[in-house]
């Protein structure tokens, strides 16, 4: 395949990704998986299981033991440069500056980002965009609540305007409603074409939006199916066969 090629897609891509800590614990075992432009993939799965050690993986945050992960075509540590210019990333504890009002942070991030120029009215747009009314777009984030954090994660995000995004629990701590409108934000997301990755502990949000879902076991890729082939299944239940086995 081409560099040229390789370039064009906005995909993330597991390959036999294989981690093992220092301490000698296989956090992830040989798990292979795509995430297509358009498409929403979540990771399920228990405490410990290798979650936000698959997307520590493609940040280039850790290095694999075996295996790849690619951004865009790009293995994240063998080209981290090229990789993290095609990701976006939101934590479940976003780390922006709390003595910063939002659109200081947004400004500051956004920068540290990308390379595109913005004005104050991007700012704002792309707040109210993701449900930050205008009256808190000068506050200090140390005001704002678990939600409102995370508005502000996914809206630097937005600015980078990356194909890939990487979500670790993005709705943990969320109300129902921060939540359903988070989930609401990454649908739009999809349709413009992102490849997401998640990963989460809502079954049942996962299954409301996510076109394919994983459960990761102990490192292991247990299970992998799609939308449709979910559509009749409880998934709950599911989930519960694959955590006694
Ligand atoms: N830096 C580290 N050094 C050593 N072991 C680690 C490190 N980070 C994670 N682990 C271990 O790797 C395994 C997978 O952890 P990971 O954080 O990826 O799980 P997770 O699926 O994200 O769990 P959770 O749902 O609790 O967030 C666990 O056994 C964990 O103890
Ligand atoms: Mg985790």
Known sequence: MG?????????????????KYEDGVLALNNVSFRVEPGEIFAML????AGKTTAINLFLN??????????????????KPLQAKKHVA????????????????????FARLG??????????????????LQE???NKRLKDFSKGMRQK????????????????????SGLDPQAGFEFLQLLNTLREEGKAILMSTHDIFRAKEIANTI??????NLVMQRSRQELADANLEELYMQYMAA
């Open 3 to 19: 560099n040229n090629e390789l370039r064009g897609t906005g995909k993330l891509e597991a390959i036999n990704l294989t981690k």
């Open 45 to 48: 799965g228990g405490n410990g």
């Open 61 to 78: 945050f850790i290095e694999p033991t075996e295996g790849e992960a690619r951004i865009a075509g790009f293995i994240s540590h063998k």
């Open 89 to 108: 990333y939101v934590s479940e504890n976003v780390m922006l500056y709390p003595n910063f009002t939002a659109l200081q942070n947004l400004d500051y």
């Open 114 to 131: 990308t390379e595109k120029k913005f004005t104050r009215d991007d700012y704002r747009k792309v707040l109210l965009r993701v449900g």
């Open 135 to 137: 009256s808190a777009h």
């Open 152 to 171: 502000c994660g996914i809206a630097i995000a937005i600015l980078k305007d990356a194909p890939c995004i990487l979500l670790d629990e993005p709705t």
């Open 214 to 219: 994983a459960i990761m076991d102990r490192g």
